[in-house]
């Protein structure tokens, strides 16, 4: 079985299991106690927290070890708005945040709070310029994620971090995804990240606030941690999470170089050998590992399950994959097609017949999954209507865009098809589809039920 869902969860580094199980049976102990056994294990604890510090680039003073990553984001966000909560009350956020940051961003603005999203382009990176433009004399906090999560692209924190410092704002950076490729660039004031997403255990995260910052801590108080993180330590997963960082950052630089050549492999290929499928993410700035594309006319889930079946664990945005049947936020900001969403994520250590072989598997397995919902194979016969209306209601993706690419030539150049859909991932995916096969998007309006998505043939 391949596994290529590292952006999600790393297998646990060999470094850290054994980092693990040593300090079991010396980091057990009280690290606030002044006897031998709280000696032991506080020398661990500073130890691991000297480490993780040299690989972000900060004071050990600086870092506190957190209960997860998602546990340092919302200490983190809650943190340093309550600490410039005389600066005002408007946080700033980029619409591809990690579902942490944007859950944070919605629990302010419920608390009274104002939050601008700044928006991305289709390869999903923030405009500097327009971010800075979102700052504002109440500005408290500013949040940008290092690299995107589900499409890879790396966000330019340094132009960032520079418009906030001179405007007088911290700049929070998620940098789960980054980490383990090395420190974050830019004069950034906070920063997060997960211990599982570079081969540490679950359950650690780390958060960083640079001397200067200002934070208030929103728990009850605690001792630990310079009070930042509560409860007793768990010195044992804190030891490995540092020992694996370390370990990976030592591999960083010849596996990138490699791995980058191995999506790029799939960058160039996916397109070639899938009728109708998008790279999505910048094609440059963007993680060595991971790669991200959109299949037209297929479910998400189905794709998964027959690549699952083939021997690949893969990830997907698609909304058909989600209990909320809505499409990921994150392709949805960028404006590109949801449905068949495919992201691949390479642990260091893959060998290109594996990738070779994932290629060799895909597109027999769309063909499928196409064949299954009766997705267009070829051109249909035109008829003298010049406008016809496909009712899709009660379909989910990809069934209405299906239903729209069957029709499209039965309508001469400049007619029209008005799809009713009551499906959410309509509205992203019909506008991505008529980009791919230039078609001109009319609009939406309301209907009776759901909406009318209106398409003129230019093709």
């Not at 980091?27 to 480490?51: F, I, K, Q, S, V």
Request: with cysteine; hydrophobic share 45%.
């Amino acid at each position: 079985m391949a596994y290529f869902d590292v952006a999600s969860s790393v297998p646990l580094h060999p470094v850290a299991r054994q980092a693990l199980v040593a300090s079991l049976d010396e980091g057990w102990a009280d690290p606030a106690r002044l006897y031998r056994e709280g000696r032991r294990a506080r020398l661990l604890l500073d130890a691991a927290r000297e480490a993780a510090a040299e690989a972000v680039g900060c004071r050990p003073d600086e870092l506190v070890f957190t209960s997860s990553g998602t546990r340092a984001v919302h200490s983190g966000v809650a943190g340093a708005l309550a600490g410039r909560r005389r600066a005002g009350r408007h946080l700033i956020v980029s619409a591809v945040e990690h579902s942490s940051v944007l859950h944070s961003a919605a629990a302010h603005e419920a608390g009274g709070g104002t939050v601008t999203e700044v928006p991305v382009d289709r390869g999903g990176a923030v405009d500097p310029g327009v971010f800075a433009a979102a700052l504002r004399e109440d500005t408290a906090l500013a949040c940008l994620q290092s690299a995107n999560h589900e499409v890879g692209t790396e966000q330019p924190v340094a132009e960032v971090a520079a418009a906030c410092r001179a405007a007088g704002v911290p700049l929070l950076v998620d940098a789960a995804q980054s980490l383990l490729w090395g420190p974050v660039g830019g004069d950034w004031s906070l920063l997060t990240g997960s211990a599982h997403k570079w081969g540490g255990p679950a359950g650690v995260g780390l958060l960083v606030v640079r001397k200067g910052v200002r934070f208030a801590g929103q728990d009850p108080a605690d001792e630990r941690e310079s009070g930042r993180a509560a409860g007793f330590e768990n010195i044992p997963a804190v030891v490995a999470a540092a020992a694996s960082l370390r370990a990976v950052r030592a591999e960083a630089a010849a596996e990138g170089v490699r791995l980058r050549e191995l999506t790029e492999r799939i960058r160039a290929r996916v397109p070639a050998l899938v009728p109708d499928a998008e790279v999505v993410g910048d094609p440059v700035r963007r993680l060595p590992h991971l790669v991200t594309f959109s299949c037209l006319y297929v479910d998400g889930e189905s794709l998964l399950h027959e690549l699952d079946r083939a021997g690949f664990s893969v990830s997907s945005g698609s909304s058909c994959t989600s209990s909320t049947l809505t499409p990921s936020h994150v392709l949805k900001a960028m404006g590109v097609l949801s449905e068949g969403n495919v992201r691949v994520s390479l642990p260091m250590g893959t060998e290109a017949a594996e990738v070779e072989r994932f290629l060799d598997v895909l597109p027999g397995a769309v063909a499928g999954v196409r064949e299954q919902l009766g997705a267009p194979v070829g051109p249909r016969p035109r008829t003298e209507g010049a406008a016809l209306v496909v009712d899709a209601l009660g379909k989910r993706c990809p069934l209405p865009v299906i239903e729209l690419a069957k029709v499209i030539g039965d309508v001469p150049l400049g007619g029209t098809v008005t799809v009713l859909a009551d499906d959410e991932a309509a509205r992203l995916d019909i506008p991505a589809w008529c980009e791919m096969r230039e078609q001109e998007y009319v609009g939406e309006r309301p209907a009776d039920r759901g909406s009318a998505y209106v398409v003129r043939r230019r093709s």
